[in-house]
């Protein structure tokens, strides 16, 4: 079956930076379409970026200009370099997959079926 597996969260002050990973596995074909969404303490789970098979980017308003996704498509590999980070950032981050071509980057929960258990990222003041 298929597994999605995120690392890199942590703590960090206001102005800094982290990266996170995301590993999908698992399908026939082992290609995935994979995005990344968080969710903040009572919040709505919301896209974070995206990255479709021709490179074209997705990202949130919020965290445009600020966050850059990056994939290595032969290992299944998905980034999440965070900068110039605030504590409004501070949320689980999860990584999500679909085993399908990814013609568009979709920020849409629906569109993925394959979800990892988070990481969490604090951004203090």
């Known amino acids: 079956q298929v597994e999605v597996v995120e690392s890199g969260g942590g703590s960090v002050q206001a102005g800094g930076s982290l990266r996170l990973s995301c590993t999908a596995s698992?399908?026939?074909?082992?290609?995935?379409?994979m995005a990344w969404f968080r969710q903040a303490p009572g919040k709505q789970r919301e896209g974070v970026a995206a990255i479709a098979d021709d490179g074209y980017l997705s990202y949130a308003r919020s965290v445009k200009g600020r966050f850059n996704v990056s994939s290595d498509r032969d290992r299944n590999i998905l980034y999440l370099h965070m900068n110039t980070l605030t504590p409004e950032d501070t949320a689980m981050y999860y990584c999500a997959a679909e085993p399908a071509d990814c013609y568009s980057g979709s920020l849409q929960q629906r569109e993925y079926n394959y979800w990892g258990q988070g990481t969490q990222v604090t951004v203090s003041s």
């Open positions: 698992g399908d026939e074909y082992n290609r995935f379409c």
